[in-house]
């Protein structure tokens, strides 16, 4: 039986990957403390737990020959 491909995961996973980069760059920090916390305290802070997730779906979800 041949898996497909699911291209949902890998957007979301490229997008989780960029929230990660701007965690650790904090890419706002010269304009405003203001505008510098969600993006980087907030939405970034939600990558980590995303990619746990989807280690664990692909863990339950392997095809084991």
């Keep these: 039986m041949e898996q497909q491909r699911n291209?949902?995961?890998?957007f979301m996973r490229l997008i989780m990957a960029i929230f990660i980069v701007a965690l650790h760059s904090n890419p706002f920090a010269e304009y405003s403390a203001l505008i510098s916390y969600f993006p980087?305290?907030?939405?970034?802070?939600?990558?980590?737990?995303?990619?746990?997730?989807?280690?664990?779906?692909?863990?339950?979800?392997?095809?084991?020959n």
């Design 7 to 10: 291209y949902t995961i890998d």
């Design 40 to 64: 980087s305290q907030v939405l970034s802070r939600l990558g980590v737990p995303f990619f746990a997730a989807i280690a664990g779906y692909y863990f339950f979800h392997s095809d084991a």
